[in-house]
């Protein structure tokens, strides 16, 4: 190869190599510090000293709330999941719901009970954010609530009012299904066969009332759920009610323009970008996109202060890349004291269920 060649050669690889970090830049230290990012957005400023290490609490976050029904309890996870399930319980008795003679779940994932549960634990708390029909803010996590509820029913189909008639894991028998039975009808409340009454089982809730539950005594991290399109009426929404919210809270998406959204509308609220190695080969347009979201190569529209991260990737070029850039770390979703043990070199927070982590 000539001179010249090797020059240009270096010249591509130079000007893709500065492509790629303009790309992966995350916003850092010194950027918070400047926009007064905390989890407490307006708290900062008024002559307390600013620390980075606080703009996301060190806590364990509980995914989806402390549940003892629902994501996670796989057989995978048996061998350590029943002590989950049980803590999950004695704390949303604890806190009111439920009975710990019930033959079937009291605290489903993305409940009430499961948010309480985790706050009388001390744990944080990741959960899910979805519109419904009628424009209501709702804690889920699928778009569609058959693995919650038995039901084939979208969401955005649904009025909160209808949603609020549909019991989260009706049928199990005993608590820890991953998975909620299909049920034919309502009966199953309404004969109590395990022990639920009419008015008292779970089902999704409101934003709001999740948040009035919590009451800022533990720190959350709220994901913006949507799909390829980006939803505006859901951040505008979510938004206003955080708003009004004075506890600590961060916010994710796996959509780089939910993250963009509150870069130029609410800049002191700490943002995360959530991605995962892509699993499959690129064929369309759409794999495309998800290919450069896998390598956070995507970061330059949202400019997130943290990437939460599937665990297993905790060693890859593009983390260490933003990491190194400014970005903090946050693993999803750990689902054992061997995968923590695993990932904890490359997070500094993480994301947990089916098995008690130690505070």
Not at 76 to 83: D, G
Not at 128 to 141: A, E, F, I, Y
Not at 147 to 157: C, Q
Request: aromatic share 8%; net charge negative; with cysteine.
């Amino acid at each position: 190869m000539g001179f010249s060649k090797i020059v240009k050669s270096m010249a591509l690889l130079g000007a893709a190599s500065g492509a790629a970090v303009w790309a992966w830049l995350p916003r850092n230290a010194q950027g918070r510090k400047d926009a007064c990012v905390s989890s407490i957005p307006g708290s900062f400023g008024s002559g307390s000293q600013y620390r980075d290490d606080d703009v996301i609490p060190d806590v364990p976050y509980a995914h989806r709330g402390l549940h003892d029904a629902g994501s996670g309890l796989t057989d995978a996870y048996a061998s350590t999941s029943s002590e989950y399930v049980a803590l999950a319980r004695a704390m949303a008795a604890k806190a009111g719901y439920g009975s710990l003679q019930s033959r079937c779940p009291i605290a489903p994932e993305n409940s009430l009970a499961a948010f309480a549960a985790a706050c009388e634990a001390g744990y944080g708390i990741e959960l899910d954010l979805q519109l419904t029909r009628d424009g209501q803010v709702v804690v889920v996590h699928d778009d569609n609530i058959k693995r919650v509820t038995g039901i084939d029913a979208k969401v955005a189909d649904l009025t909160y009012q209808e949603l609020c008639e549909i019991p989260l894991f009706p049928t199990p028998a005993v608590p820890g299904d991953a998975k909620a039975r299909p049920s034919d009808s309502d009966a199953a409340i309404k004969d109590e066969p395990n022990g639920i009454k009419p008015g008292e089982f779970q089902h999704v809730p409101l934003f709001t009332d999740v948040l009035e539950v919590i009451a800022g005594r533990v720190p959350i991290i709220v994901e913006y759920k949507m799909g390829e399109a980006f939803d505006e009426p859901l951040m505008e929404a979510g938004h206003e009610i955080l708003e009004e919210y004075r506890g600590p809270y961060v916010i994710e998406s796996f959509h780089p323009d939910a993250v963009a959204w509150y870069r130029n509308n609410d800049p002191q609220v700490c943002r995360g970008q959530l991605s995962s190695e892509l699993g499959r080969p690129i064929r369309t347009l759409i794999d495309g996109q998800q290919w450069l979201l896998a390598k956070l190569l995507l970061n330059w529209k949202g400019r997130p202060d943290f990437i939460a991260y599937d665990w297993h990737g905790g060693d890859s070029l593009q983390l260490k890349a933003a990491v190194k850039l400014g970005a903090i770390p946050v693993s999803w979703t750990v689902r054992s004291k061997h995968e923590l043990q695993a990932s904890a070199p490359h997070f500094d927070r993480y994301i947990f269920e089916a098995f008690v982590p130690e505070q």
